[in-house]
């Protein structure tokens, strides 16, 4: 298992920027995928990016790529800069880690190791 911190979160003009972090402890961190999700109010949740472990590879669900990317350093932390933002970003972010790591993961049910979630509010 590893333990996952969220952080970053916050109210933001639609249009604007943020940017959420991960910090991870436990286990060898650079071994895990790692993956940030969202739930916005009323709905399930959704996979938004991920990053392989090695970070050379990353994914993202169409509602998000051009605008938002991932990244992580070699100081356990994992980062989710979200660029012009949308009202229908409004959501709780999740960071999640997999020892899944041959292939791409979109599935929550994939990922063993959730944070606690960070809101981020997106305003007109």
């Known amino acids: 298992q590893v333990q996952l911190v969220e952080s970053g979160g916050g109210l933001v003009q639609a249009g604007g920027s943020l940017r959420l972090s991960c910090a991870a402890s436990?286990?060898?961190?650079?071994?895990?995928?790692m993956g940030w999700f969202r739930r916005a109010p009323g709905k399930e949740r959704e996979f938004v990016a991920g990053?392989?472990?090695?970070?050379?590879?990353t994914w993202y669900a169409d509602s998000v790529k051009g605008r938002f990317t991932i990244s992580r350093d070699n100081k356990n932390i994992v980062y989710l800069r979200m660029n012009s933002l949308k009202l229908e970003d409004t959501a709780v972010y999740y960071c999640a880690a997999t020892v899944i790591v041959k292939r791409t993961v979109r599935s929550a049910t994939d990922f063993g190791s959730w944070g606690q979630g960070t809101q981020v509010t997106v305003s007109s």
């Open positions: 990053i392989s472990w090695s970070g050379v590879s």
């Open positions: 436990g286990r060898t961190f650079s071994t895990f995928t």
